[in-house]
């Protein structure tokens, strides 16, 4: 898009051009780390020619960016915080000898209670998107999602302590800070994204002199793609806090576990009060669901066709005038090709979640070593940070040099693999405890287990290989399907589509609550089995019905170019 367009753009319809972690193969420039120059030095708009000749790097990151990247990690950090204790919480007594524990309602409804309380976090997106796009804009619903997350922590820790759990107030605080908690996070995950790309205002390529004398140019899509990129980073560090809290939790007790997260969360509050006058505040982009909701009523009627919706056939056909143009069609093909993409991942949430549930209590059935075992899911994090640098810098350019495509549904059919052969491995696992002493399939509740005391005979980190597979297809899966479902959809609805996303994952949620009754000794082994089942068959197939859109995937994202001008710029092409 030449930069003229660019600048004539209003501020509404600013697009943040989102490429995170999955780069593309075919992506331009190489990226290099932020300039970090003297402001004062040349900074003005690139032509056209330098655009195309000079070497293109990241810009200079604002401080309001920063700040809104704390604040979306310190929402992990206080998520991964709060829930990592929650299965022993809800599954083990308080007079467990071998694991915490305060509820004492046993694993299979402790999973089931789990994937409600996903099932719930995944839906609320979706109407709090909404109310972001059209009411409120981003940075309102972003308040009104984090005092609700706060109340909530509160909650958890007041209702956790000692003196409350003996009253009875474990099971309706639980319920209570599993709703707030639900709303506030769901709030959190529709804004934050979008909020943080709004922090980086430019819009227009600039062109920079560095201290060296060399000419480059500052470019706002590799440096919104730094930016979440960043993002996925400080995320997965966040996620480290559930070690800090599973240790508190096994010396401290409950209460401190959940008071370390919600004090860190207050960190985060400070700073959107101290930096409320900096930060950029979008206003709401108006509601364009009725007209996606009339296009798809007129497709309906006319074989599910979209182009029947087009204003020229409109009026042809049956006289009518449209709101829209063919462009709005356009978006809309893409962004059902997006949502077909995006529904496919039902199975892989649910296998995603058993690191949260299943896996904690599998860990809790081996010898632990003085290890608490919620505490074994931090492998996962620590592997995505590890793993990543190597992906990005290693394999992709690897493939890219070699002109191997490696495009994003090519690399969601990957994460399908290797998340089939991670729950194989869960499997594999579960039948080693089985086959071992003293308990065998009835891990902890045989005499010989001293009251639960004694585990079965097998070492806990035997669980490292499902992690490290897990992580794998994390990175190849999330990542790519967060870009995917962002670019695809339309300009107007992209709130909307990233909340379907976890609607998406609240439907793998369901599933779970569905299969809960597998979740026990010893049909669990089922259970994995059947996951892994489950996702090596749906690999081909989903190859299959989506691998040609990786060839079409250059000209999918044009289509922002294309329709990116202002009506009075494309009326004086006319």
């Not at 099932?119 to 709090?128: A, D, G, K, N, R």
């Not at 109310?131 to 308040?143: A, Q």
């Not at 026990?520 to 690999?539: H, I």
Request: proline share 6%.
């Amino acid at each position: 898009m030449a930069s003229s367009d660019i600048t004539q753009r209003p501020l509404e319809e600013r697009e943040i051009e989102l490429e995170v972690l999955n780069n593309d193969a075919t992506a331009v420039p190489s990226i290099t780390a932020p300039i970090h120059t003297d402001t004062r030095q040349e900074r003005r708009d690139a032509t056209e020619e330098e655009i195309k000749t000079l070497r293109h790097v990241v810009d200079n990151i604002p401080t309001p960016v920063w700040i809104a990247l704390f604040v979306g990690a310190a929402e992990r950090f206080t998520y991964f915080g709060i829930t990592a204790p929650w299965q022993n919480y809800m599954q083990n007594s308080l007079d467990d000898a071998a694991v915490p524990g305060a509820l004492g309602l046993g694993q299979s409804t402790a999973t089931n209670i789990y994937n409600a309380f996903y099932l719930f976090s995944f839906l609320t997106p979706l109407p709090f998107a909404i109310v972001s796009d059209v009411w409120l804009g981003r940075y309102k619903t972003l308040w009104i999602s984090v005092i609700m997350y706060i109340i909530g922590c509160v909650v958890m820790v007041a209702t956790s302590v000692p003196n409350s759990l003996q009253h009875g107030a474990g099971v309706g605080g639980l319920a209570t800070a599993m709703v707030l908690i639900g709303l506030g996070s769901g709030g959190v995950k529709a804004v934050i994204s979008p909020f943080i790309g709004d922090q980086y205002t430019p819009l227009v390529p600039q062109l920079l002199v560095r201290k060296s004398g060399e000419r480059v140019v500052a470019d706002r899509t590799l440096t919104i793609q730094y930016i979440y990129n960043v993002f996925y980073w400080f995320t997965n560090i966040a996620g480290l806090s559930l070690v800090a809290t599973t240790y508190l939790e096994k010396t401290r007790g409950f209460w401190a576990a959940f008071l370390l997260p919600t004090l860190f969360f207050w960190v985060a509050v400070l700073l959107l009060l101290i930096w409320m006058k900096a930060f950029v505040k979008l206003p709401p982009q108006g509601n364009v669901l009725p007209m996606a909701a009339k296009t798809l009523l007129y497709a309906s009627r006319n074989h599910f066709s979209l182009d029947a919706a087009k204003p020229a056939y409109q009026y042809e056909k049956f006289g009518k005038s449209v709101p829209w143009d063919d462009h709005f069609i356009a978006e809309m093909k893409r962004g059902l090709i997006g949502c077909r993409v995006l529904f496919s991942f039902s199975i892989f949430y649910l296998c995603i979640n058993q690191m949260s549930n299943n896996l904690v209590s599998q860990a809790g059935q081996m010898e632990l070593h003085g290890i608490p075992n919620d505490t074994y899911q931090a492998i996962n994090p620590i592997v995505c940070i590890v793993l990543g640098p190597i992906i990005q810098k290693l394999l992709y350019p690897f493939l890219q040099r070699r002109k191997i495509p490696f495009g994003p549904i090519a690399r969601m059919t990957v994460s399908f693999i290797t998340m089939a052969a991670a729950m194989a491995c869960a499997a594999g696992v579960q039948h080693l405890i089985y086959n071992a002493g003293p308990c065998y399939d009835a891990p902890l509740r045989c005499p010989a287990s001293d009251g639960g005391k004694i585990p079965n005979s097998i070492n806990v980190w035997i669980q490292t290989p499902i992690y490290f597979l897990l992580s794998l297809a994390e990175i190849f899966g999330f990542v790519s399907l967060s870009e995917y479902s962002y670019t695809k959809a339309p300009k107007n609805l992209r709130a909307v589509v990233q909340a379907l996303r976890q609607v998406t994952a609240g439907v793998g949620s369901a599933l779970g609550m569905a299969l809960s009754p597998l979740a026990a000794d010893p049909k669990v082994l089922y259970l994995y089995v059947g996951l892994a089942a489950a996702m090596m068959t749906s690999a081909p197939f989903f190859w299959a019905i989506f691998k040609k859109y990786d060839k079409m995937e250059e000209e999918l994202n044009m289509l922002d170019a294309a329709g990116g001008k202002p009506d009075e710029t494309k009326k004086q092409e006319a």
